[in-house]
């Protein structure tokens, strides 16, 4: 199960978070990732016992780490980590090929002089 962690302070590593998860049980990785633009430290723990996890999101969760109230959140979304590429879905009317064969970059009715 996958952990976020905000509110982390600078002085926070991955060691540190690693031993402070670890008192609940098997931590598998730790992964901390900043925001460029506020400066923001977030990170991504996981652990792959679900029952273990939960008791850690309860007991960390407020606790202060470093000097900051951390958060821990279960079920952490991937978008704190790095983005993959999306795949660009092409749908009718959007300004996709036509499927008469044309390629035409204009759309409906040419006007006839």
């Known amino acids: 199960m996958n952990i976020c962690v905000t509110n982390l302070s600078q002085e926070t ?3 540190s978070l690693r031993y402070a998860f670890s ?3 098997q931590v598998r990785a730790v992964t901390i990732v900043g925001d460029k633009i506020t400066g923001e430290l977030k ?3 996981s652990m792959p016992v679900e029952r ?4 850690a999101i309860s007991k960390m969760n407020g606790q202060d780490l ?4 951390v ?3 279960g079920q952490a979304r991937t978008n704190i980590l ?3 590429e999306k795949r660009r879905v092409s749908r009718p009317g959007r300004g996709g090929p036509r499927r008469d064969g044309h390629n035409r ?3 409906g009715r040419r006007r006839r002089s």
Request: aromatic residues 4%; positive net charge.
């Open 82 to 84: 790095p983005l993959r």
């Open 66 to 69: 470093h000097g900051r109230i």
């Open 105 to 107: 970059a204009h759309r």
């Open 52 to 55: 273990e996890a939960r008791t």
């Open 71 to 73: 958060q821990a959140v």
């Open 13 to 15: 590593s991955e060691d």
């Open 23 to 25: 008192a609940f049980g």
């Open 43 to 45: 990170a991504l723990v």
